[in-house]
């Protein structure tokens, strides 16, 4: 989804944030919620299918399923009026697993990934 996932994103974290500062009820925001986690349920789908044998695509996609996941739970909530323990227990998941990405991407992410300086290269020898 790349910049139009961030902007859909940002969109959903002002209206929720917003509701949660009372400028607005759970139920007001739970269309956006709904079509944004919708859209990033159905894209990174489309994305698996078109990248079939592509060994490295789930990796990629799996951030932002946990993104639909939470922004469709989080409409849901609001619409049926739940208390959201559940959905405290599925956060709780989602940080887990976004930990887990960030350690695995230190390592592979050009602005974090950490390259030995010619120092370092020539003590290992």
């Not at 949660?20 to 349920?41: D, K």
């Not at 044998?53 to 932002?64: F, K, L, S």
């Not at 009026?81 to 998941?93: H, I, N, Q, T, V």
């Not at 989602?94 to 990405?101: F, K």
Request: positive net charge; aromatic residues 8%; charged residues 15%.
């Amino acid at each position: 989804m790349g910049d139009v996932g961030l902007l859909l994103i940002g969109a959903v974290l002002l209206v929720n944030g917003l509701g949660l500062l009372g400028h607005g009820t759970g139920r007001s925001g739970a269309p956006l919620n709904l079509l944004v986690g919708g859209a990033q349920l159905v894209l990174p789908t489309l994305g698996l299918v078109l990248e079939h044998g592509d060994p490295t695509a789930p990796a990629r996609y799996a951030p932002v399923y946990l993104f639909g996941f939470t922004y469709v739970w989080v409409g849901v909530d609001a619409l049926r009026g739940d208390s959201g323990k559940a959905f405290g227990l599925f956060s709780g998941f989602v940080a887990v697993i976004a930990v887990v990405q960030g350690v695995l991407s230190l390592r592979t992410d050009p602005a974090f990934a950490h390259r030995p300086s010619d120092g370092e290269k020539a003590r290992r020898r």
